[in-house]
């Protein structure tokens, strides 16, 4: 009877596992103005990654709609990100790049 139990929890285990979604933005080019991972859609995330290329001129910041080159959280060029799991609104995340800087977003759909 044990074993019947130890099998019956090992498949709904299995089965009650979520299929991981992974999903990527276009590439974001620097106008040197805040602007919205995903402006005017809802767009939800367990965890993101932002990330800058090598190539990058400048730093990027990232943080609420009020980022700016003085104001939230700095990225440098050939660096990146972690947003930590939760439930991430990508609209309500706001990255501000030097004109013509490129910024990769990756994360998984809620």
């Known amino acids: ?9 090992f498949a709904l285990t299995c ?15 620097g106008t040197g103005a805040a602007v919205a991972l995903t402006p005017g859609t809802h767009t939800y995330a367990r965890w993101i990654q ?11 910041y ?3 709609s009020n980022v700016s080159a003085s104001r ?3 990225i440098s060029a ?9 439930v991430n609104d990508l609209s309500t995340i ?4 030097t004109t013509g800087d490129i910024v990769k977003v990756t994360y998984q759909v809620y």
Do not use: E, H
């Open 1 to 9: 009877m044990n074993r019947l139990w130890l099998v019956l929890l």
């Open 15 to 29: 089965f009650a596992q979520q299929v991981s979604v992974l999903a990527t933005l276009p590439d974001i080019t």
């Open 50 to 60: 932002i990330s800058c290329p090598v190539g990058n001129a400048g730093v990027v």
């Open 62 to 64: 990232w943080g609420d």
């Open 72 to 74: 939230g959280a700095s």
């Open 78 to 86: 050939g660096g990146g990100k972690f947003i930590p799991y939760g």
């Open 94 to 97: 706001y990255v501000f790049a």
